[in-house]
């Protein structure tokens, strides 16, 4: 069984508790897996003869992971940026029909090609910094054949790059203009079925839903969950983004795999997630771009000692960022998260987000190989820097 045996690196683990960089380490790889973590001055006698591959004093940290993002969609929404800029908010150009709807309507005219042809380069914007793993949604296809469409359209980018893609079904993100008032019917005849059809097909891998006064209420989220539960689907979902409906609450009594945006979550909600051990995935690049002024509750979140990950949340409409090196140095010059803190939440805590601890997130023996590589001595540069990308290689050995 070959082994390759990487030296002379600074490592940032990333396991609970390590130090922030250790210099003078080694890291041995077997079969995909990482198989030996430690000090090069100690390397046991069976790995002195490995193929080995001398890294230069560089920084080593796990492949960065994405477990936020809309990647697959039609169109931009350049327009809609001018019309906020000049005072419109964004629940009112969605209450208009634009929002979600607009970015329906050039998805669904796209085919699954096409689909495939237009996130590439975002795809490739989040590789060049590092990202092994990506999480990709559904959600702006709201008809059962456009949501498929979508799902395959992620698998396919899989498929295309070295990248491991994680899909969540979230039809539940909008109610399509052909189902105005008819949130119920949307969601017996569009979201059940389509999450059905879906998991037969082996393109889900978790179900998501939009739970805001301009998407859909806990009730209407509860019956998404229960329909997921039976189909033994994991579940997450966008909550307390806008306002304070109860989702993140709802999430972690449904045992949620994370709840996501959280800016006006309170702190009953950030114990209850603590409690389930549902993840807080923090969005900071939407924070932004649609200028909010409350931030999420960081200190009730360490406080309950609820995990915290950070992402991208790549999308036309609230966030669009492709680059998870400035959504780390947004969490912490927006919401005030220590670099270690907002390097754990692309790696570690992205990991227990997406409900893959045990594969990938930190560097340990047993996990994956997959590494990022980095041109900085600590490990606080890469939340430090602005629109610089000291990434060397990343190494995925399968
Ligand atoms: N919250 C968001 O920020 C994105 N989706 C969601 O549920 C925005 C999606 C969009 O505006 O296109
Ligand atoms: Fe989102």
Redesign the pocket.
């Known amino acids: 069984m070959p082994r390759k045996l990487f030296t002379d690196l600074r490592l940032a683990a990333m396991t609970p508790g390590s130090p922030a960089a250790r210099g003078g380490m080694a890291v041995g790889v077997e079969a995909g897996r990482i198989a030996l973590v430690a000090p090069q001055a100690m390397l046991p006698a069976e790995w002195q003869l490995a193929e080995t591959e001398d890294l230069g004093g560089r920084l080593m940290t796990p492949a960065l992971i994405d477990c936020h993002t809309?990647l697959v969609f039609g169109g931009h929404?350049a327009n809609e940026f001018r019309m906020r800029l000049e005072g419109a908010s964004?629940e009112e150009i969605a209450r208009a029909g634009g929002?979600?709807v607009s970015?329906m309507k050039a998805t669904r005219a796209m085919s699954e090609d096409e689909l495939v042809v237009a996130a590439l380069p975002r795809l490739d914007a989040l590789i060049a910094e590092g990202v092994a793993t990506v999480e990709i949604k559904s959600?702006?296809g709201l008809t059962v054949a456009d949501e498929l469409k979508m799902l395959r359209a992620a698998r396919a980018l899989g498929r295309q790059r070295r990248v491991r893609v994680v899909t969540s079904f979230l039809a539940a993100?909008a109610v399509p203009p052909e189902y105005k008032g008819r949130t119920e019917a949307y969601l017996g005849e569009v979201v059940l079925p389509g999450m059905e059809a879906g998991h037969a097909d082996g393109l889900i891998d978790a179900v998501d839903g939009?739970c805001?006064g301009i998407?859909f209420s806990p009730a209407q989220i509860g019956r998404v969950f229960d329909h997921a539960r039976k189909l033994g689907l994991p579940v997450k979902l966008?909550a307390e983004?806008l306002s304070n409906l109860g989702g993140a609450r709802l999430a972690a009594s449904c045992g949620a795999l994370s709840a996501d945006?959280l800016e006006h979550l309170d702190e009953a909600g950030a114990r209850a997630m603590a409690a389930a051990g549902t993840v807080a995935v923090l969005?900071p690049g939407?924070y932004y771009f649609l200028r909010e002024r409350q931030a999420p509750p960081v200190a009730a979140l360490r406080a309950a000692g609820t995990r915290i990950a950070i992402a991208t949340?790549c999308?036309?409409?609230?966030?669009p960022l492709s680059s998870p090196l400035l959504a780390m140095n947004m969490a912490c010059t927006l919401f005030g998260l220590t670099p270690e803190e907002s390097l754990a939440g692309v790696t570690r805590e992205a990991a227990a987000a997406l409900g893959l601890s045990a594969e990938i997130g930190t560097i340990e023996p047993g996990k994956r190989a997959e590494l990022a590589v980095w041109d900085v001595e600590d490990p606080a540069e890469l939340s430090y820097r602005i629109g610089f990308n000291p990434l060397h290689r990343r190494i995925i050995e399968a």
């Open positions: 809309h929404r964004y929002g979600i970015t959600g702006y993100h939009f805001e998407a966008h983004q945006h969005l939407a949340d999308n036309p409409g609230s966030s």
